[in-house]
């Protein structure tokens, strides 16, 4: 279903149709936002403009054949009105409207496919598409973000997650954000085929229920990992409950967990139990790419950050290559006698405010070459409370030493997203990725380890091109 050429057309159209009623104000205001230069048009017999649009009464009264609609209008109209631009050559649509498989009516949804034919449907029960790179929308409601020239894209069956996801302040650009709903034309596979070959998609995140047509799926992640384009999934249904509510929110059957486990697992697809660590890996992709392996090193100012960094790295499998001879020399010149020198290393406030100071010890970590990776585990207070500038310095000076030594870093806020939004810019401007949480931050680094490490060998087995042979009924 949807021809590959459809698919780029929906994605980045020139020409979009909206159908519907007084409500296409709201997604005619989405494409503004975003910034689309493209034609609007608007189909409606009723109203004579809507959104400042003047519209036409029919889809054979538009001036040209667009691009991609956007159709907010009941069930059984949305399976007439895609049948009527399928023929008159629209690459694809949008389907807003509820109403199917989700509610039961598998035969409406039926119709819906074979209405679409070769058209690039996406829904129906969902909010749409987002493209930040090419500034165009499809979409159902206001939106956060802004347009970047590289990003990570985000395919979720979840409409209100996209929503939020849009809106969701981590410090992660996005290419693209696409509401897929209940799948009945385009599942996520045929996104993702076309998405790993633009060279400004950096990772691939899913939020799915069910991926109902395997060899598909299988077939667009070997390109993903022969591309280098990580894919990032949360699968849910993997409870009995859960299960049953996937059933009931898009139609979909969650399938048996360790099949799914086991997939993602030869493909190279890496999975993640949270919302927040899916963010926080897609980020880490994004800017600080996959690891040549899993050798941490960790810098703090606290005991209990260095505990618990130390804990969680244990518990996620990996290495904390103690302090070499020559580091310990060279932090014996300058910090204080009472520190403990061990890996993580809490460096202590003592240096604060000394930027000279804070780019050589920095330095002296990011040296060594026994590390892989170099975590600095930094809160920023809320500035009501506070002048941020001894903070701002740790954060500067680590951007300067990372700049000049090279290798890749991470800056994680133990409480979450503290870090000032220009302080964030500034380290993904200079390749330092800013992260959320202990748990979260060090999990997205372990998951660019696991998949810098394995790649290759994955590539290299023999049974790359065979979809996985297991029972998931």
């Known amino acids: 279903m949807g021809g590959r050429a459809n698919i780029e057309r929906l994605l980045n159209p020139r020409k979009i149709a909206f159908i519907g009623g007084r409500d296409l104000s709201i997604p005619i ?89 070769e058209m690039a449907v996406v829904g129906p029960n969902c909010y749409g598409v987002l493209n930040y790179l ?7 409601d206001f939106h956060g973000g802004k347009p970047v020239d590289r990003g990570a894209a985000i395919i979720s069956q979840s409409g209100n997650l996209s929503l939020i996801l849009s809106m969701a302040d981590r410090a992660l650009p996005l290419s693209h954000l696409i509401s897929n709903g209940n799948q009945a034309v385009l599942e996520a596979s045929d996104f993702i085929d076309v998405l790993v070959d633009d060279p400004r998609v950096s ?43 996937t059933l009931h929110h898009t139609g979909s059957s969650a399938g048996v967990d360790a099949f799914y486990q086991a ?8 999975r993640v139990r949270s919302i927040p660590e899916m963010l926080e890996s897609l980020k880490m992709f994004c800017t600080s790419g996959a690891l040549p392996g899993n050798r941490l090193g960790v810098l703090t100012c606290s005991g209990a950050d260095s505990a618990m960094a130390a804990d969680c790295a244990s518990e996620l499998g990996f290495e904390l290559p103690p302090l070499s001879p020559t580091q310990q020399a060279n932090f ?23 930027p000279e100071l804070e780019v050589r010890c920095f330095e002296d970590m990011l040296r060594d070459e026994q590390y892989d990776v170099v975590a600095l585990i930094h809160d920023f207070p809320a500035p009501q409370y506070s002048d941020l500038s001894n903070w701002e310095s740790i954060g500067n000076s680590f951007v300067e030493a990372r700049r000049n030594i090279g290798k890749p870093s991470v800056m994680i806020s133990n409480f979450g997203k503290t870090v000032p939004e ?27 380890a696991w998949y810098g490490m394995h790649r290759a ?15 998931a009924g």
């Open 134 to 140: 090419d500034r165009t929308a499809l979409w159902a």
């Open 203 to 245: 990772a691939i995140g899913l939020y799915v229920e069910e991926l109902r047509d395997i060899p598909k799926f299988w077939r667009a992640a070997v390109r993903a990992l022969r591309n280098g384009k990580p894919i990032i999934a949360l699968k849910s249904g993997v409870s009995e409950i859960g299960s049953q509510m």
């Open 263 to 270: 997939m993602f697992d030869r493909l190279g697809v890496v």
């Open 29 to 117: 205001e989405a494409a503004r936002t975003i910034g689309y230069e493209g034609e609007i048009w608007v189909v409606n017999p009723k109203y004579p403009e809507i959104g400042g649009v003047p519209t036409v009464a029919s889809i054979a009264d538009l001036p040209a054949t667009p691009d991609a609609a956007y159709l907010a209008v009941r069930a059984e109209l949305t399976v007439e009105l895609v049948a009527e631009l399928r023929a008159s050559g629209c690459a694809g649509a949008v389907c807003f409207a509820a109403g199917f498989a989700e509610s039961g009516r598998t035969d409406l949804q039926d119709q819906l496919r074979e209405a679409a034919g």
């Open 422 to 448: 220009k302080m964030a810019e500034r380290l993904v401007e200079n390749g330092v990725t800013p992260l959320g949480s202990i748990r979260d931050g060090l999990a997205a680094v372990r998951h660019a």
């Open 457 to 471: 060998r994955l590539l290299e087995a023999d049974d790359l091109e065979e979809p996985i042979k297991a029972d």
């Open 332 to 354: 014996q010149e300058y910090i204080a006698d009472f520190v403990n020198l061990t890996n993580p290393f809490d460096f202590n406030t003592q240096i604060w405010g000394k």
